[in-house]
């Protein structure tokens, strides 16, 4: 026969037990995370310290500079349109002979020697072109040398000791690398803007032989000849055109499809711009 004593002890045995598990779950619980203070973040990818392109900026773009260029009026080039009878006849104004001027933008490659790169577009059929620096010196340029099918002109301008920005490989670019462009769009000033790298090795148009490298990054007018950089502040490109569905060039502007000549393309440009010299 069981024991009365031992019953009635069996409840408060179960009620001891059932308090004990309470305080054990809470503590437990307490050590659980809770919410999303624990949950994992964004990733942060490499980058310039404290989350801002400002050191890279800093840092880089001092080399990039002003292209300013005289061009000949097309009205001066017209034969008839030199007589002052043949102006008044079609409405010519006189103004309409002065020389045009235009901007664009540049980088300087070599520091010591002042040499400095930039679209063909950029300075050709100019009679006069000046480099200005982003403290604001100013120097004459005289072309090194010209490549024309690939839209690359390699100038010189009389200053050593200027700050440069460093060749990349753009060979080793992938689609989504984050890149930064400098230059000096509608001739604002210098400007900064970055995005990403949408393509590589893309051609402008059936039958073209160049490659480009596509890029988000805004670029607009007078942007031609600056920079595009890594995050690591080499010079990966040189902006060279952009797509508008705009047909005309003064009213064309970003649309997020830019694109730039490969760096590695500059490299062979300027070797042999400086093996021209020394021949």
Known sequence: MADPRARSAFPLLLILMMAVAAVIGGVVARMLPIGSDDAPGPRVLAGPSD???APLVRKTAPAVVTIS??????????PLLQDPFFRRYFGVPDAALQPAMAAGSGVIVDGQ???????????????AVEVTLK??????AEPLGVAPDLDLAVLRIGAGNLPTLPLGDSGKLEVGDYVV???NPFGLGQTV??????ATNRPLGQGDSRRFIQTDAPINPGNSGGAL????????????ALFSPSMSE?????????????????KQVLAEAEKAKLQ
């Open 181 to 183: 462009a400098i230059g």
């Open 51 to 53: 989350d801002s392109l």
């Open 69 to 78: 260029t005289l061009l000949p009026s097309p009205a001066a080039q017209n």
């Open 250 to 266: 003064s009213s064309a502007g970003n649309v997020g499809i830019g694109f730039a000549i490969p760096s590695n393309v500059v």
């Open 193 to 198: 803007t970055s995005g990403i790298v949408s």
């Open 135 to 140: 403290d604001g010196r100013k120097y004459p």
């Open 229 to 240: 950089l890594n995050l690591h502040g080499e010079l990966v490109g040189i902006n060279s």
């Open 113 to 127: 020697r002042g040499f400095v790169i930039t679209n063909f577009h950029v300075v050709r059929n100019a009679t």
